[in-house]
């Protein structure tokens, strides 16, 4: 079966630092890939997606960035970081291809910028 | 532009209460509609999938419907334990990407 992992499950950052959150999947090869933000009592917001290694595309323009250095991994970066970055963020995955079949989250990571 | 609408934004019941939750959508070419389930603090859960006007799917007491316009997830004789956000999100036919709901969040008392 598949699982998907993120860390660290909870974080608070001072305004300016570097950020740097991981998610990795098993159980599955070559899957989409997905980071979402939400902010409290809302919905989720898609900021980037990935359909293999080194593909990423961006839905959100803002000092965020992803990689996807493995098959299976999936980054969220930021060299320094605004108070409008703390939220909850949200990776998944969904089977390889274009159709859009359903998607798996993770357990979140909660991030406080402060 | 996509959007999905989700009301109400939140539903007190009580213990055995039935109720519907209401998703509406406008996107081009529906390529599928999730129903998923997110407790405080944690991931969305998946639900539900659905793919076609008239199409129905059924879990414990979650049944979810379809039509051309909207979806419904109704839940009958719910429990304290059905408490949640329950979100909605649309699939276009033109890309692997969700728009999702606002959710709707649900709290069932004993």
């Known amino acids: 079966s598949q699982t998907i992992h993120q860390w660290p499950a909870t974080l608070v950052q001072p305004v300016g630092s570097p950020l740097s959150l991981e998610c990795t999947v098993e159980?599955?090869?070559?899957?989409?890939l997905y980071w979402y933000r939400q902010a409290a009592g809302r919905g989720l917001q898609l900021l980037f997606y990935?359909?293999?290694?080194?593909?990423i595309s961006s839905e959100v323009p803002q000092n965020l960035s992803a990689s996807r250095p493995q098959d299976r991994q999936f980054i969220l970066s930021s060299k320094k970081l605004l108070l409008s970055d703390s939220g909850f963020y949200l990776c998944?995955?969904?089977?390889?291809?274009?159709?859009?079949?359903?998607?798996?989250f993770g357990p979140g990571t909660r991030l406080l910028v402060l | 532009e996509d959007q999905v609408t989700q009301s109400p934004e939140a539903l007190r019941l009580q213990e055995g209460e039935s109720s519907s939750l209401n998703c509406s959508y406008t996107v081009s070419g529906l390529r599928g509609l999730f129903w998923y389930r997110q407790d405080p603090g944690k991931g969305p859960e998946f639900l539900f999938t659905l793919y076609s006007a008239g199409e129905e799917k059924e879990k414990e007491r979650l049944k979810a419907t379809l039509t051309k316009k909207e979806s419904f997830l109704h839940i009958t004789a719910p429990k304290p334990e059905d408490s949640a956000t329950y979100l909605c999100a649309a699939n276009e036919a033109a890309g692997n990407k969700l728009t999702f709901g606002g959710g709707t969040r649900v709290l069932v008392k004993p």
């Open positions: 990935s359909v293999g290694i080194g593909q």
């Open positions: 159980g599955t090869s070559n899957p989409n």
């Open positions: 998944a995955w969904s089977p390889p291809g274009l159709a859009a079949g359903t998607q798996y």
